[in-house]
Each structure stands twice: as structure tokens, then as C-alpha cells.
């Protein structure tokens, strides 16, 4: 059981809390207090608690917090407030609350933020690094760059690589390397638990006998039914048991499913373009990444298609994004659309090519990211509070 403690001065909020947490399995209510100074409760006995916060109590509750913890290293706590700050919620999140809801409270957000913190549905292997392509916005090339750098990484550290499709609307991947999967989505999913690792890469589609190999999600009512949270980290627990790195081409959609597996990853390759439209988005990306509490270590701007003497320069880019340039890939549009056609990655098509040197490189700069350096810095937890909170406040 879950046992928990709500902290709140207001009767109506401890009542309506109350009789959601009465419908939630696996929680038992300990009891409801005005402020954290009148507990009667051994706090050693306690998983969680829910508690009220305003910016008045602010400092108040993060010493309370401190003391707390320091008596339970293990006790997880959410957030309430009415409050739409992005200074109240940075500060409540580098306490280690996992999670920060708007009041009211939602009974369904409120019971997958519970199940999220205390049952850690993301709990992190160690055994391979996980790196995600993302943009905010459609049509930068970030598909193409998970798949060449990939290919490239797999070429680099000589072991097995997997290329994982959480792009969810569409197959461009098999399309680049042009591989039929060898099974369909649901069927791999039926056998993630039950088979050995040789058995597991038999079921994954390997690009023509090298150390890249593709778990496709291309099946819809799949997609639709089943590819939820709970069915993504199963996935990744199955992958990291096997594979040195996992590359993730992630949906360009915002979504509470979206930041949950960004959270989760090591490493955010966030893609974008030398264009306004696409700058613009890189800000409001930046911005939700700083609000969630992402590091600059876990979070890394690349620019596509990047062309030499450009109007935008890259220092303008930084200025207006507050954040450094990782990595610029050349605009080589006939190259790349050459090896797109005949289905192989450019480093096969044009390795002298500018643009294969690029995803080389690339695959260089990310081997020699010191990963275990990198997940000390990554200790906020996104969770779904927080996302409907920068929601509402239209970041």
C-alpha cells in the first residue's frame, strides 16, 4: 500500500482530495493536516505526501521538505497549488517533489502522477546510453539524422545499436533503409518478456547484417490501443538489456506521452532550422525544457540543412534560443535524397560526401559524452502535473 499523508489548510480541498484517493488501488489514506509542524505520524512509515503550496509558504515548505527527507530518504511528494508561477514550480522541483499539480485537481492526473512517482515506472538501466533525435516541428530532418547517425555510432563503437520508431505516424524509417519488418508490432510486443536476447534480435529487423537493427512501431491499431506509457518503458527495459546505445526518433507532437519518454532519456538532440519558423519553435522548445528542469548537459541543439555565410547566423540562434549550438550538419540535399532513394544510409552512398563526414562526427561528439557524468546532472523527474501546468500557462 501507498501510504499517504495530505497536507493542505483548506477543509473543502482535504475532502475533495480525500474521496479521490479512496478510489485509487494500492492507497491508504494516513490522515490530513493543516501544515507539515501538526503530522502525529512516523514519518519513516510514510511513502507520500500531498501538499499545498502557494509562492507566501514557499520557503516555509522547502525546509519542511529538507527535513523530511533527511528523516526518510525515500518519501516522494506532489505538489498542489492554484498559483500558474514557473518560479514556484522550478523551485518545488529541484527539492526532488515529483510532481506539481494545478488546483483543482484532475482525479485521473492525479492518480497517474501517484502511480508514476511511487511505483518509478522509468526506473533507469545502465547498461546503454539513450539518445533522442527531437524537434518540435515537423519536416527539419530529424528522421534522416536518427537514422545516419545510427548507422554511423553502430560503425564507431563496433556493437549493437538499436534504432527505435516513436515518430508513431509514419514507417519513414524502414523506407530509408529499406527493410520490410520481419514482424509486426503487436507480435513483438506479445514476446518482449519471454524471449532470450538472440531470440529478442531475431524478432527486430537488422539493416543488411550490420550492428544497426530497427524496432518498428508501424502497426495502427497498435499504436492506438496499446503504445502507452506502461508499453513504451517495457520496450526500453527489453532494449537496454541488449543493445550499447538506443537512438529514438521521437514525434514532433507535444504531448504528456512525449515529455514523459524525453524525460527519460540521457541525451535530447533537439533539431532545428536556419529559418524564423523554425527558430521560433527552438525557443519555446528551450524554454519548456528549462521549465521542466532539463540540464544544457542533457539537452543539445543541432542545426540541419546549416549552410555556410547564412543571413541567420548561428550566433543568432544562440542569442535568441540561450542556448549553445552542439552540432551543424551541411545542407546536401542531393546527396541525401540520392541515398534516402536507394535506401542506405549516406555514409554507403557518399562517404567523401560533406554531408557523411557531418554524421561521422556527430557519432564522434555523442561517443565521447561522458553518459554516466551526464545522468548525475539529469535528476529532475518530468511528470504529468508539470506539463499541464506549462500547458495552461501557454508555454
Do not use: W
Not at 475532502?15 to 485509487?24: D, G, P, Q, R, Y
Amino acid at each position: 500500500m501507498i501510504k499517504t499523508v495530505i497536507i493542505d489548510k483548506t477543509e473543502n480541498s482535504k475532502e475533495i482530495i480525500s474521496s479521490f484517493l479512496k478510489n485509487i488501488k494500492d492507497v491508504e489514506l494516513l490522515g490530513f493536516f493543516d501544515d507539515f509542524s501538526q503530522n502525529n505520524f512516523n514519518i519513516k512509515d510514510v511513502d507520500l505526501i500531498i501538499f499545498d503550496v502557494c509562492s507566501k509558504n514557499l520557503n516555509e515548505s522547502i525546509e519542511e521538505i529538507r527535513k523530511l527527507k533527511a528523516q526518510n530518504s525515500k518519501l516522494n511528494f506532489i505538489a498542489l497549488s492554484y498559483e500558474i508561477n514557473s518560479e514556484l514550480t522550478t523551485s518545488i522541483l529541484k527539492e526532488g517533489v515529483g510532481d506539481f499539480l494545478l488546483k483543482p485537481v484532475i482525479p485521473n492526473i492525479l492518480e497517474a502522477s501517484i502511480k508514476k512517482i511511487t511505483k518509478d515506472e522509468f526506473v533507469k538501466q545502465n547498461n546503454a546510453n539513450t539518445v533522442c533525435v527531437f524537434s518540435n516541428k515537423a519536416g527539419v530532418g530529424k528522421t534522416s539524422i536518427a537514422v545516419n547517425f545510427a548507422y554511423e555510432l553502430s560503425n564507431k563503437i563496433q556493437d549493437k545499436v538499436c534504432l527505435l520508431d516513436l515518430s508513431f505516424n509514419s514507417e519513414d524509417i524502414l523506407t530509408f533503409l529499406n527493410i520490410e519488418p520481419k514482424f509486426n508490432t503487436d507480435y513483438i510486443l506479445n514476446n518482449l518478456e519471454n524471449a532470450d536476447n538472440e531470440l529478442f534480435l531475431s524478432l527486430l529487423s537488422n539493416y543488411e547484417n550490420s550492428n544497426l537493427y530497427v524496432f518498428p512501431i508501424q502497426d495502427e491499431i497498435c499504436l492506438k490501443t496499446k503504445m502507452n506509457m506502461q508499453t513504451i518503458n517495457r520496450i526500453l527495459h527489453a532494449l537496454k538489456n541488449i543493445f550499447s546505445y538506443i537512438v529514438v526518433d521521437l514525434t514532433s507532437v507535444i504531448d504528456e506521452r512525449t515529455v514523459s519518454i524525453l524525460n527519460v532519456m540521457d541525451l535530447i538532440l533537439l533539431v532545428g532550422l536556419e529559418n524564423l519558423a523554425s527558430i521560433r519553435n527552438l525557443q519555446k522548445c528551450c524554454e519548456l525544457f528549462d521549465n521542466i528542469g532539463y540540464s544544457k548537459e542533457k539537452a543539445k541543439l543541432i542545426i540541419n540543412r546549416h549552410i555556410e555565410n547564412s543571413e541567420i547566423t548561428i550566433k543568432d540562434i544562440e542569442n535568441t534560443t540561450s542556448k549553445e549550438v552542439f552540432f551543424k550538419i551541411p545542407n546536401n540535399y542531393l546527396t541525401l535524397i540520392d541515398a534516402i532513394n536507394r535506401g542506405h544510409p549516406v555514409g554507403e552512398i557518399n562517404p567523401q560526401s560533406n554531408i557523411a563526414k557531418a554524421y561521422k562526427q556527430l557519432a564522434n561528439e555523442v561517443y565521447n559524452i561522458d553518459f554516466i557524468g551526464l545522468n548525475e546532472t539529469n535528476k529532475i523527474n518530468y511528470n504529468h502535473g508539470v506539463f499541464n501546468l506549462l500547458r495552461r500557462m501557454g508555454e
